[in-house]
């Protein structure tokens, strides 16, 4: 900004900050500021013009250019009688302000060290913290370094942990993301956000920061990096978040690929839970689907989310993720599964059962006659129910008789049985001594 008006002549012995000039100077600041905050100084350096006429040909030129970074102006109602009590420079900086002249120039640079302290304390001025700086986490450490990272949780002296909503039964088709608590397993459409709320029981050291490393499940794919297919990473412009199959929303976050074992995984700073709340929450996407081709390529993977702090883990959260177009179907395809196996339902085909039956004979061993307990027996067809009618009447019988009377009983179908045996025999002896007739002749024939 160039000043038009012209300052009150001065002497030729006048001093270039001479309190006429302060005024001029003061009063073309003001315009410049607005509540006390630079406008216009902070832009565009202030230049002024400034010509005194000492009689005859001479003419002073004078040309003075003002820098400002910052500058901390009093209140209106407080009255000053000093011009240094003005400015508070405690946080200011002229950078630059030079005078020109025909014959000598003079330069002066103020700085806050070379600036007199004011001798009233300015309502403006206040002890600026500077932000903290950025994290920067170490280039080959963490999870990330690991050839064979851990898949196994360990909260830590922080109590890491890792929170996805209240557990619901069932979940709809439609949904955009839904988690198991049965099988420990979120289910995720593609880049569809899906929060994830971590918690520490006390605030882990400053510069800590969380990250998520996808991995494959099993054994054999696990020392392999998890990648994007090539189809997903050909869309994407940005070449350092091309390949990277977890994404994060915060604005801090950072893409990192570990130098060592060529790992990906997003690094977002741990934020202290909000007011009122207990999680801090973040917002992520997965970029391929389980099925793609030349990516996960239907292999199982999960998420490895830790809390470290310069290379340094100090909790470690991981869970299964399944990224698919329809989250709640397969939600329920997966957990019917698995019902199915714990329930160990026999097979349909229906197994022949044979029942039978054998009648001994009673031996001399005590018969156990503490079972007062009635059973019923539904009997079809009036011959079978005959039966064993007479089956329970002499069981029933039985139960009266004394030990001498049951050896008797023996003893007499003993005897029974070989008047049975010897008659047989006889009936056979007979019919060897008995002639057998003789066979007919056959006729002869001519």
């Known amino acids: ?23 001029f100077l003061w009063d073309h600041l003001s315009n410049t500021t607005s509540n006390g905050s630079l406008t216009q100084a902070l832009q565009s350096p202030i230049n002024w013009n400034f010509n005194d006429y000492n009689g005859g040909d001479t003419v002073e030129e004078n040309h003075i250019e003002l820098h400002m970074d910052r500058c901390e102006l009093t209140p209106n109602d407080m009255q000053t009688s000093d011009n240094d009590d003005i400015l508070s420079t405690t946080n200011s900086t002229i950078s630059t302000m030079s005078f020109q002249n025909q014959q000598s120039t003079f330069n002066n640079v103020l700085s806050p060290d070379s600036a007199m302290p004011s001798s009233v304390p300015s309502d403006y001025s206040a002890d600026v913290t500077p932000p903290p700086p950025a994290f920067t986490p170490p280039p080959s450490s963490g999870a990330a370094s690991q050839s064979l990272p851990s898949n196994v949780n360990y909260p830590g002296d922080y109590e890491f942990m890792i929170y996805l909503g209240q557990p619901t039964p069932t979940a709809a088709k439609s949904v955009s993301w839904t988690y198991s608590n049965a099988l420990k397993k979120l289910f995720v459409d593609k ?3 899906c929060p994830i709320q971590f918690k520490t029981t006390k605030a882990p050291p400053a510069g800590s920061y969380i990250r998520a490393m996808p991995i494959f499940k099993k054994p054999e794919h696990i020392q392999q990096v998890v990648k994007r297919c090539p189809n997903h990473a050909s869309c994407v412009q940005n070449d350092l978040t091309a390949y990277h199959l977890v994404m994060s929303s915060d604005p801090s976050s950072q893409y990192v690929e570990d130098p060592n074992t060529g790992r990906l995984s997003v690094i977002v ?13 973040y917002l992520y996407t997965f970029k391929c689907f389980l099925s793609c081709v030349g990516g996960l390529n239907r292999r199982q993977i999960q998420v490895v989310f830790t809390l470290e702090t310069n290379g340094q883990i100090l909790g470690r959260q991981v869970i299964d993720v399944r990224v698919c177009a329809c989250p709640g179907r397969d939600r329920k395809g997966e957990e019917k599964c698995q019902n199915e196996k ?10 022949k059962v044979t029942s039978s039956f054998e009648v001994t004979t009673i031996g ?8 007062e307990q009635i059973y019923t027996i539904f009997v079809k067809g009036k011959e079978k129910y005959d039966l064993l009618m007479k089956i329970k009447e002499s069981l029933d019988l039985m139960e009266y008789l004394t030990p001498t009377q049951i050896q008797a009983y023996k003893s007499n179908q003993k005897m029974e049985l070989q008047k049975v045996l010897l008659l047989k025999k006889k009936v056979q002896e007979s019919s060897k001594l008995k002639p057998k007739p ?9």
Do not use: C, I
Request: charged residues 30%; glycine residues 4%; hydrophobic residues 10%.
């Open 1 to 23: 900004m160039s000043g038009d008006e012209k300052p009150p002549n001065a002497s030729q012995n006048s001093l270039p900050l001479s309190q006429d000039t302060f005024s």
């Open 191 to 193: 880049d569809k956000p």
């Open 269 to 281: 700073p741990y934020n202290v839970p909000q007011v009122g709340t207990e999680y801090s929450q």
């Open 342 to 351: 714990q329930s160990k339902k026999p097979s349909k085909r229906a197994s």
């Open 364 to 371: 001399g061993k005590k018969r156990k006659t503490e079972d």
């Open 438 to 446: 003789p066979k007919p002749k056959k006729p002869h024939t001519n």
